[in-house]
Protein backbone atom coordinates (compact mmCIF):
# COMPACT_ATOMS: atom_id res chain seq x y z
CA UNK A 1 0.00 0.00 0.00
CA UNK A 2 2.98 2.26 1.18
CA UNK A 3 4.39 1.80 -2.77
CA UNK A 4 1.32 2.43 -4.48
CA UNK A 5 0.68 5.93 -2.12
CA UNK A 6 4.24 6.52 -3.32
CA UNK A 7 4.07 6.76 -6.96
CA UNK A 8 0.25 8.49 -6.52
CA UNK A 9 -2.01 5.15 -7.08
CA UNK A 10 -3.94 6.34 -4.53
CA UNK A 11 -7.10 5.00 -5.95
CA UNK A 12 -6.77 1.54 -4.63
CA UNK A 13 -8.06 0.00 -1.79
CA UNK A 14 -6.15 -2.76 0.13
CA UNK A 15 -9.17 -5.47 -1.49
CA UNK A 16 -8.59 -4.40 -4.26
CA UNK A 17 -4.74 -4.62 -4.47
CA UNK A 18 -5.45 -8.01 -2.86
CA UNK A 19 -7.53 -9.28 -5.71
CA UNK A 20 -4.74 -8.14 -8.03
CA UNK A 21 -2.32 -9.29 -6.34
CA UNK A 22 -3.79 -12.96 -6.07
CA UNK A 23 -4.84 -12.98 -9.42
CA UNK A 24 -1.18 -12.36 -10.34
CA UNK A 25 1.18 -15.24 -12.21
CA UNK A 26 4.05 -13.44 -11.20
CA UNK A 27 5.06 -10.62 -8.74
CA UNK A 28 7.88 -9.20 -8.57
CA UNK A 29 9.64 -6.69 -6.05
CA UNK A 30 13.20 -4.79 -4.82
CA UNK A 31 13.75 -4.01 -1.37
CA UNK A 32 16.36 -1.87 -0.17
CA UNK A 33 19.13 -2.20 2.46
CA UNK A 34 16.12 -1.73 5.21
CA UNK A 35 14.23 -4.32 3.80
CA UNK A 36 11.16 -1.42 2.34
CA UNK A 37 9.55 -2.12 -1.15
CA UNK A 38 10.96 0.24 -3.19
CA UNK A 39 9.98 -1.22 -7.12
CA UNK A 40 7.54 -3.72 -7.91
CA UNK A 41 5.76 -5.07 -11.00
CA UNK A 42 3.20 -8.18 -11.28
CA UNK A 43 2.75 -10.38 -14.14
CA UNK A 44 -0.48 -12.06 -15.75
CA UNK A 45 0.65 -14.98 -17.68
CA UNK A 46 0.08 -18.09 -19.80
CA UNK A 47 3.49 -19.63 -19.21
CA UNK A 48 3.86 -20.62 -22.95
CA UNK A 49 3.68 -18.10 -24.73
CA UNK A 50 2.06 -14.55 -23.63
CA UNK A 51 2.85 -12.64 -20.49
CA UNK A 52 1.45 -9.18 -19.53
CA UNK A 53 3.08 -6.55 -17.07
CA UNK A 54 0.97 -4.65 -15.03
CA UNK A 55 1.96 -1.84 -12.35
CA UNK A 56 5.59 -1.12 -12.59
CA UNK A 57 6.33 1.30 -9.84
CA UNK A 58 9.88 2.40 -8.52
CA UNK A 59 9.94 4.70 -5.16
CA UNK A 60 10.23 8.96 -6.60
CA UNK A 61 13.61 8.18 -4.30
CA UNK A 62 15.03 5.42 -6.15
CA UNK A 63 13.94 6.47 -10.29
CA UNK A 64 16.77 7.26 -12.38
CA UNK A 65 18.87 3.56 -11.30
CA UNK A 66 16.80 1.09 -14.16
CA UNK A 67 15.07 -0.71 -11.34
CA UNK A 68 12.10 -0.16 -13.72
CA UNK A 69 14.17 -2.28 -15.78
CA UNK A 70 15.40 -4.56 -13.39
CA UNK A 71 11.92 -5.53 -12.11
CA UNK A 72 10.83 -6.66 -15.48
CA UNK A 73 13.78 -8.96 -16.39
CA UNK A 74 14.85 -6.07 -18.90
CA UNK A 75 17.94 -4.27 -17.80
CA UNK A 76 20.07 -4.99 -20.71
CA UNK A 77 17.54 -3.51 -23.14
CA UNK A 78 19.13 -0.15 -24.57
Known amino acids: MR???DVSWEGR???VIMSCLQGSQ???GIVDESNNLIGFTRIVNDFTYKAFIFDVM???NHRGHGLG???NGRENVQ
Open 3 to 5: LYK
Open 13 to 15: SFE
Open 26 to 28: LCI
Open 58 to 60: VNV
Open 69 to 71: REV
